[in-house]
């Protein structure tokens, strides 16, 4: 699979920024897979994305012990933080494949853990920081409707300059 889109972000809020422009493009069935080292941004991400969807309140950092959180906007969106667990039982005991096939926007952090069980059809996400408060942003979309997405992000992005 190739790299569609490569962005790197100076501040927390430059990848706030981001996840808030691809919120904006997201649909109800939509999935996003979020990879990265703890720290790396992920969650942050997902703030962003939740501004996208019009989720005006209530977003929470994954406290601990928590593993989805579900909020409402323009369409549901469920959050899910799968670091806490470590085997594919566990992952499905959470019922993620019920969330996965929901009129909702899932976003996956620690998403390698249920690679197994996840569609073809989803948009791949990997933070990496490479330090300086810098955050490089990889995406990679499979199939018509990522495409689609990605297409949209970088057409912002040139609109923006
Ligand atoms: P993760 O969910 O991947 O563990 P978080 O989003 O919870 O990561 O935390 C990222 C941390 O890195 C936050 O404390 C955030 O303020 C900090 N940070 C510094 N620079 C950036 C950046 N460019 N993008 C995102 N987070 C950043
Ligand atoms: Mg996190």
């Not at 494949?97 to 989803?122: D, F, H, M, Q, S």
Request: proline share 3%; with cysteine.
């Amino acid at each position: 699979m190739s790299t569609d889109y490569i962005i790197i972000t100076n501040t927390p809020e430059e990848t706030k920024d981001l996840g808030e422009r691809l919120g904006r493009l997201l649909k109800d069935g939509d999935i996003v897979c979020l990879y990265g080292e703890l720290g790396a941004g992920k969650t942050t991400f997902v703030q962003g994305i939740a501004k996208g969807l019009d989720i005006k309140e209530g977003f929470v950092a994954s406290p601990t012990f928590v593993i989805v959180n579900e909020y409402k906007g323009r369409l549901p969106l469920y959050h899910i933080d799968l670091y806490r667990l470590n085997s594919l039982s566990e992952i499905e005991d959470i019922g993620i494949l019920e969330y996965l096939k929901g009129k909702a926007v899932t976003v996956i952090e620690w998403a390698e853990k249920a690679e197994e069980i996840l569609p073809e059809e989803r948009l791949t996400i990997y933070l990496e920081n490479p330090g300086g408060g810098k955050r490089k942003i990889s995406f990679k979309g499979k199939g018509n409707r990522f495409t689609e997405i990605l297409n949209g992000l970088k057409e912002h992005a040139e609109h923006k300059h």
